[in-house]
Structures are given as structure tokens and as C-alpha cells.
T-cell receptor
Framework: GAVVSQHPSWVICKSGTSVKIECRSL??????MFWYRQFPKQSLMLMAT?????????EQGVEKDKFLINHASLTLSTLTVTSAHPEDSSFYIC???????????FGPGTRLTVT | AQSVTQLDSHVSVSEGTPVLLRCNYS??????LFWYVQHPNKGLQLLLK??????LVKGINGFEAEFKKSETSFHLTKPSAHMSDAAEYFC?????????????FGTGTKLQVIP
């Protein structure tokens, strides 16, 4: 149980275009979803926290207009990287948490490369 | 304030020997603590968690960790390393901060298993 999927697993896009990444909880309802960014050989950096039906809470330094997060249902959250630039290239990982539980269940990640 | 320190960025052990990955934390409140494992280009998998129940926590794949409040530690151990254990391990603390749960990741420990 507690499986989280991400789609796509990797994507290459041109500078200036937008990319949408989906995060789904497959066998449970996720009241809270998190989006992380991981640079090579580094730890995860929390970008934002989203609760179903409400606006995402962004961490300091993360541009909300650039990284659009939508948590439309209890099983789906999306991250859209708008007007992508090469410096946005990274490994993006989502996680989901059930109400009342503290552990997070992570998706497999999405490798974004902006050329 | 909340923080987590993984004392070793790299640990190298021989197959069949014990594994010790160290983690120290600080938190204003009684925290929940987790260990996650990440294999290359993969998402994170929950190994085990401490949430104020038994201080010795057993996880998957033979790993266990002991919560020691007096030492503010949550070290991860395994009696006998297997080649498949080679991966990056993250210690995570989750505690109340400003009315919501704040999650902090350690910088990770890369475990190398030598045949």
C-alpha cells in the first residue's frame, strides 16, 4: 500500500516552454502533498506544501508564479514549471501524506532537463 | 528551531559486516523521526519511523534505529550489510513549528558496500 506515482519519469523541454508533472497517490487519499527538488548529490529541498482544495504554501525563495502547484483532488497534485530555463533542470520529487499520519510516501521522481 | 545532522556523508562497509549510519536532531517539541533510502535516480522509500511509541524501531530489510532522547540521536543500524543496501540514506525529522508540521531532511549518507 501507500504507492505514489509520478508522470513523466523524465522530460526534456526547450527553454521558455512549460512542463507539467503529475503526482498521484494510487491506493490512498492524500490530504497533503509535497513537492521537492533535488540537485545532484544533494538532499531534498522542499519547494511547497499543498493541501487538497486550498492554495499551496511555498517555501521561502521559491517563485510561486514559476512553479504552479495544483492539488485538485485527494489523489492528484500537479507541478507546472512555467517558462523553464536550464537552471530549472533538476530531479523533482513529490510525496503524499495521509491526515493524522506524519510519514510521507514518495513518488519515484521526475528528471527535468531544459535545453 | 529544528534541524537534523547526518554525521557522515559517506560510509563504506564490507558485505556481511554491520552498518551504522548516524543521525542527530534538534527539535523544540517531541519530534517524529524517519529514515528513508534512495537508490540512484529513484524516489525515496520509507525504511522506518519513530512516532513516540517504542524507542527501538524495526524497519524493512533488516534495518532498525533507536531513538535516544538524552543523546538526541536516531542512528540507523543493520547487523549484516548486503550489496543491495548500497544507496543514499536520509534521516528526517518532523515536528510542530508555527502551528503546522515542519519536515527537515538531513544531507544524506551514501552507503557503499564492498563485496
Amino acid at each position: 500500500g501507500a504507492v505514489v506515482s509520478q508522470h513523466p519519469s523524465w522530460v526534456i523541454c526547450k527553454s521558455g516552454t512549460s512542463v507539467k508533472i503529475e503526482c498521484r497517490s494510487l491506493d490512498f487519499q492524500a490530504t497533503t502533498m509535497f513537492w521537492y527538488r533535488q540537485f545532484p548529490k544533494q538532499s531534498l529541498m522542499l519547494m511547497a506544501t499543498s493541501n487538497e482544495g486550498s492554495k499551496a504554501t511555498y517555501e521561502q525563495g521559491v517563485e510561486k508564479d514559476k512553479f504552479l502547484i495544483n492539488h485538485a483532488s485527494l489523489t492528484l497534485s500537479t507541478l507546472t514549471v512555467t517558462s523553464a530555463h536550464p537552471e530549472d533542470s533538476s530531479f523533482y520529487i513529490c510525496s503524499a501524506r495521509v491526515r493524522g499520519r506524519y510519514e510521507q510516501y514518495f513518488g519515484p521522481g521526475t528528471r527535468l532537463t531544459v535545453t | 528551531a529544528q534541524s537534523v545532522t547526518q554525521l557522515d556523508s559517506h560510509v563504506s562497509v564490507s558485505e556481511g559486516t554491520p552498518v551504522l549510519l548516524r543521525c542527530n536532531y534538534s527539535s523544540s517539541y517531541s519530534p517524529s523521526l524517519f529514515w528513508y533510502v534512495q537508490h540512484p535516480n529513484k524516489g525515496l522509500q520509507l525504511l522506518l519511523k519513530y512516532t513516540s511509541a517504542a524507542t527501538l524501531v524495526k524497519g524493512i530489510n533488516g534495518f532498525e534505529a533507536e531513538f535516544k532522547k538524552s543523546e538526541t540521536s536516531f542512528h540507523l543500524t543493520k547487523p549484516s550489510a548486503h550489496m543491495s543496501d548500497a544507496a543514499e540514506y536520509f534521516c528526517v525529522v518532523s515536528g510542530a513549528s508555527g502551528g503546522y508540521q515542519k519536515v527537515t531532511f538531513g544531507t544524506g549518507t551514501k552507503l557503499q558496500v564492498i563485496p
